[in-house]
């Protein structure tokens, strides 16, 4: 059960709080973590249409990591409040949307839209949030579950790289200039994004094991229809074979073009190298 706000006040130490009180009966059931290109749109989209569950068709709402690091929010999206009444009012249901999940569920599932279940993703949570910041998140719902991802480091930075410097600006990979690639490759956040050893440790050691799941790129493609019923598990909802997705093995929001070119892929492998051979003792990759 999550907490009543007034008990628990005192206790945080970052989230914006400019009322005494706050419902947090909203407050999210469970947090798509990141990073980014690891399969977190394919779970968003999917999540989405379960008619247990509310989560914001606007991914990536970047609140927590917003609290300490700013600096990481993505400039192409709008400024993120840091009271907690700007982050509780994106669960909030508008009676539109309410009435076109309501018809899309009775007439994909059978059954009304009744969401028990509310969550969201922001793929930068997980390696853009420290130990005060999630004791925060704890405080606000101690039960909250967690997802997060994990793509071999190289794959993952450059299919980033991809979107960012082609994709989003509508350009070939070679008509991107080698010291675009590499600044891209040697930003702070982007290094972070892809050495789980340095920030799973911080979640495995806060959040329970039974309310973290480390799922795996390779088992979207692999396994979708099982990797989405561990996510309906985890969360609490129905995993019904018939509430899963007609969709669900189509890949969401890929990167198309070019493999990575040799020089750049070597210099992928002095980031990465120890990690992506971690990974694959560890067999997540």
Not at 50 to 73: A, G, M, R, S, T
Not at 181 to 203: A, M
Not at 242 to 256: D, K, Q
């Amino acid at each position: 059960m999550k907490p009543q706000f007034r008990d628990v006040r005192d206790r945080l130490r970052y989230v914006g709080m400019e009322r005494e009180d706050y419902d947090l009966s909203k407050f999210p059931d469970f947090l798509i973590i990141g990073p980014q290109r690891t399969g977190t749109t394919w779970l968003h989209e999917n999540l989405w249409q379960h008619p247990q569950v509310f989560i914001p068709w606007d991914k990536e709402l970047h609140y927590f990591n917003n609290l300490e690091y700013p600096e990481f929010h993505p400039k192409s999206l709008p400024p993120v409040d840091k009271d907690l009444s700007w982050y509780l009012e994106k669960f909030e249901i508008p009676a539109e949307i309410r009435k076109n999940r309501d018809g899309q569920s009775k007439h994909l599932y059978g059954r009304p839209f009744t969401p028990e279940k509310y969550g969201e993703a922001t793929a930068t949570y997980a390696a853009a949030m420290h130990e005060g910041i999630i004791g925060d998140l704890l405080t606000l719902n101690p039960d909250v579950k967690i997802i997060t991802m994990v793509r071999n480091p190289i794959d993952r930075a450059w299919s980033h790289a991809k979107k960012d410097l082609c994709k989003e600006r509508k350009r070939a990979v070679k008509d991107v200039p080698r010291e675009e690639w590499l600044g891209f490759f040697n930003q702070e956040y982007q290094i972070k994004c892809g050495h789980y050893s340095q920030f799973l440790p911080l979640w495995e050691k806060l959040i329970p094991k039974e309310n973290l799941m480390i799922g795996r790129l390779l088992d979207v493609s692999s396994e979708p229809r099982e990797m989405l019923k561990r996510v309906y598990n985890l969360i609490g909802i129905d995993d019904d074979e018939s509430l899963l997705p007609a969709a669900v093995a189509e890949r969401v929001n890929p990167t198309e073009g070019a493999g990575i070119p040799d020089d750049l892929l070597g210099e992928l492998q002095k980031i990465y190298g120890h990690e992506v051979t971690r990974l694959r003792e560890q067999g997540l990759i």
